[in-house]
């Protein structure tokens, strides 16, 4: 999104506006906006978060990239938008909120252990039956 569309949206009558504010175009970098802004700390519309709603943004972000119909829509929407944004994720304090997670467990982990369980689960049924 350029100066040149911002200043358009703000001259646009109430119509247009409503149509260009709903379109996936203005949607996907307004995502893209918010998610900087939360990974540098900041609230929406203004203000710092504190340390403990900085650290559940950041984690839940991870969350959010790392499921794989979002992960596909951001690459597809704007691979180069969405790295300059994920780098932010390595940076100061997001990188240590997720080397440091404590006993918070991403949903990436929560689905490879569960699909991890359901094959344990599968081997002992075959087994069992196996063996009868």
């Known amino acids: 999104m350029t100066l040149f569309d911002l200043r358009m949206l703000r001259t646009a ?3 247009r506006r409503t149509q260009i504010e709903s ?3 203005y949607v996907g970098y307004r995502l893209q906006w918010i ?3 939360f990974l540098k700390g900041k609230k929406f519309p203004t203000g710092e978060m504190d ?3 900085y ?3 950041v984690l839940s972000i991870v969350d959010f990239v790392t499921d794989e119909d979002n992960l596909a829509a951001m690459l597809d929407f704007d691979p180069r938008e969405f790295f300059e944004t994920m780098v932010r994720l390595f940076l100061g304090h997001p990188w240590l909120f ?3 997670s404590g006993k918070y467990q991403f949903e990436f982990d929560k689905r490879s252990q569960s ?3 359901q094959k344990l689960r599968d081997e002992a049924r ?3 039956r196996d063996a009868a």
């Open 55 to 57: 650290k559940h943004q």
């Open 13 to 15: 009558n109430k119509q």
């Open 23 to 25: 379109s996936a175009f």
């Open 126 to 128: 075959s087994s069992a």
């Open 98 to 100: 997720i080397t440091n």
């Open 35 to 37: 998610i900087r802004l």
């Open 115 to 117: 699909e991890t369980e």
């Open 51 to 53: 340390l403990a709603q």
